[in-house]
């Protein structure tokens, strides 16, 4: 069974940097529609960035600027990096991505990783 993974979560200093790595386990897969969302306890999950194919990323408005998405060149890993974060930007963050079916042509199923905790606090 396929699953996403992620990693890179921590304990910050307000104005330190992170960076968050996903990427499949289970089997070897290609990450397709990739985005990574964030949920503290009591607030809804939050869009904090995406990336489509043959598209620009796109970032929440509190995190332009400072988070930067990215894929490597076979898909395989997704990451954000996050610079000058502040504490209200602690929370679970996740990814999601589109993992093709094997030998299923276009079909795909989309998938969440469980997240990994950051926390930004002095």
């Known amino acids: 069974q396929v699953q996403l993974m992620e990693s890179g979560g921590g304990l910050v200093q307000p104005g330190g940097s992170l960076k968050l790595s996903c990427t499949a386990s289970?089997?070897?897969?290609?990450?397709?529609?990739v985005a990574w969302y964030r949920q503290a306890p009591g607030q809804s999950r939050e869009l904090v960035a995406q990336?489509?194919?043959?598209?620009?990323?796109t970032y929440a408005d509190s995190a332009k600027g400072r988070f930067t998405i990215s894929i490597d060149n076979n898909r395989r890993t997704v990451y954000l990096q996050m610079n000058n974060l502040i504490p209200e930007e602690s929370s679970i963050y996740s990814c999601?991505?589109?993992?093709?079916?094997?030998?299923?042509?276009?079909?795909?199923?989309?998938?969440w990783g469980e997240g990994t905790q950051v926390a930004v606090s002095s």
């Open positions: 289970g089997r070897p897969a290609a990450l397709y529609v």
């Open positions: 990336i489509r194919s043959n598209s620009s990323p």
């Open positions: 999601k991505a589109r993992i093709p079916v094997p030998c299923s042509g276009a079909m795909y199923n989309e998938y």
